[in-house]
């Protein structure tokens, strides 16, 4: 069979059935795609749309729609065909997800492409059945509550700091003269030399004490190196220099983090060391200059080479093998932070129950995936990707049941926020789009220094 690429070109948009009425329907837009990503345009397709509650469907449609020239469908959700009631679903019982089944022949036989989550359109839709947003009158002031008991004093507080110090007083009188020490030891005079170009003179007294003067009549300032030191400089920083028996030989610095410096071959040699982390520079953010997992980067190899793609991680969870795209699956889920294996829980919606917000916020995130000094970046961040000098590698993700959706076609990055019971991600296919995804969802990660 004939299998499709389902893109997802605008999320959802809300209809109006009349001026003035809430809102009974909204617009929902795809581009549709083969299996060697060519738009399917000007085609007939069937469509059927299911919204499921907590993974049970409360409404079922069917749509028979035309592609345009680009190879999008306009449809409106709530005006297809179907048995089920659409002004009776119960939008304030959320979270909602829609599944999207499609037969590129036109007709009825639907293969289900994909299921994500409704964010803005059912809260728009359940305002309709609200009350009031205007408040009422504020009720009369209560009286006053009976005082409560004194508290416990508090601690003394610190000392305070020293007050500016007082104006000096007046110096006192002079005090009489005492009486004069026994006199010392007539010192040495007369010398009148003391070795080639020296002269002492004075007689080693307070009142007149030694004199040396000294010269050895020998002008340094030139530029013979056989009377004086003379090093080899260098402009670079960090650099060293040592005598090899004829000459200077300068030693360029290591970027390596820890390196020592070992003899080798009687030469001085840097050993070792921690490579530095290869980075790019966008705006003011410094970024990892590839994906986790990743060997090599879009701008040398291209978009669609595998070795940029790098690993899927699912939204909170550490390195623990999950996260590579050939790793096995289990419907079991974690209670924990750390499952303790390496497999890919394929549950829906999150892959740990109950779920945990605070996986990957900052440095001190409880998983934080990234290298030291560097961490997951928030949704306004990863905004910087958006520069027209950063190549996006196509890897796609690993949807939560386990298969792959838009390699070679789209991008999806994690964020460090989260959205409700789903976590926020910024996906490319062309165009960026930021949405919320289940966290059982495969992503990729660019850290951003911290």
Not at 398 to 425: C, D, E, I, K, P
């Amino acid at each position: 069979m004939k299998k499709i690429i389902f893109t997802v070109a605008a999320v959802l948009a809300l209809g109006f059935s009349s001026f003035g009425q809430a809102p009974e329907g909204f617009k929902y837009q795809a581009v549709v795609r083969d299996p060697g990503n060519t738009i399917l345009n000007n085609q007939a397709v069937g469509v059927q749309l299911t919204i499921l509650q907590a993974g049970t469907a409360v409404y079922t449609e069917t749509h028979s729609a035309v592609t345009n020239g680009y190879g999008l469908m306009n449809l409106e959700i709530g005006a297809g065909v179907s048995t089920d009631d659409f002004t009776i679903i119960d939008w304030a019982n959320g979270p909602f997800f829609i599944e999207t089944a499609i037969d590129v022949t036109g007709g009825t036989t639907y293969n289900v492409m994909g299921t994500s989550q409704m964010m803005s359109v059912p809260y728009a839709l359940y305002a309709k059945t609200s009350g009031s947003s205007i408040p009422g009158p504020a009720g009369p002031q209560g009286p006053a509550g009976t005082n409560g008991i004194d508290g416990i004093d508090g601690a003394v507080g610190p000392a305070g700091t020293n007050g500016v110090d007082g104006i000096d007083g007046v110096d006192g009188a002079v005090g009489p003269a005492g009486t004069n020490g026994i006199d010392g030891v007539d010192g040495q005079g007369g010398v009148s030399t003391a070795g080639t170009n020296v002269t002492v003179t004075g007689l080693g007294t307070v009142g007149s004490p030694y004199v040396i003067n000294a010269t050895d009549n020998v002008d340094d300032a030139d530029a013979d190196p056989t009377n004086e030191l003379e090093l080899p400089t260098s402009a670079s920083a960090g650099d060293m220099s040592y005598w090899d028996g004829t000459s200077w030989v300068v030693i360029a610095a290591t970027p390596n983090e820890g390196a020592a410096l070992q003899m080798i071959g009687g030469v001085p040699t840097w050993i070792g060391g921690v490579p530095p982390i290869p980075t790019i520079t966008i705006g003011a953010n410094v970024w990892l200059d590839k994906n986790l997992g990743a060997t090599n980067t879009a701008i040398v190899n291209g978009s669609t080479d595998a070795t940029t793609f790098g690993d899927l991680y699912q939204w909170g969870r550490e390195t623990d093998g999950h996260q590579i795209r050939t790793s096995s699956t289990t419907s079991a889920p974690s209670s924990t932070d750390s499952p303790g294996h390496g497999l890919f829980i394929n549950i829906y919606s999150n892959w740990r129950s109950p779920g945990n917000d605070n996986l990957w916020q900052g440095l001190t995130g409880i998983n934080n995936p990234c290298p030291s000094g560097y961490r997951v970046p928030t949704i306004f961040e990863l905004a910087d990707l958006n520069d027209p000098s950063f190549l996006y590698p196509l890897g796609g993700n690993r949807q939560w049941h386990g298969g792959f959706s838009g390699v070679n076609s789209g991008t999806y990055y994690w964020s460090s926020n989260v959205s409700s019971s789903s976590a926020l991600a910024q996906s490319w296919s062309g165009f960026t789009v930021v949405q919320a995804y289940a966290r059982a969802t495969g992503c990729s990660i660019r850290c951003i220094q911290d």
